[in-house]
């Protein structure tokens, strides 16, 4: 069996996947709980970025403003 992609260009994964293949499916599990809050969108992002990295999954919700 060949290591090496053969034929054209291999698939493009999208944004969305790549994102599931990071989450691990224990932390998935379960009610959702809030671990952190931020001042604005660019550290909202962040904090998913970082929670992403260890493998959970997350979301934001924006407050009334």
């Given amino acids: 069996m060949p290591l ?5 260009e ?3 994964v999208s944004d ?3 994102r599931a293949r ?4 224990q932390y998935a599990r379960g009610e959702p709980v809030k671990v952190a ?4 969108l660019a550290e909202g992002e962040l ?3 970082i929670l992403l990295d260890q493998g959970n999954h997350s979301y934001q919700r924006r407050t009334r403003g």
Avoid: F
């Fill in 37 to 40: 809050w931020a001042r604005n």
């Fill in 22 to 25: 990071k989450v691990r499916p």
């Fill in 47 to 49: 904090i998913q970025g």
């Fill in 10 to 12: 291999p698939e493009a």
């Fill in 16 to 18: 969305r996947r790549e």
């Fill in 4 to 8: 090496a992609y053969e034929g054209g």
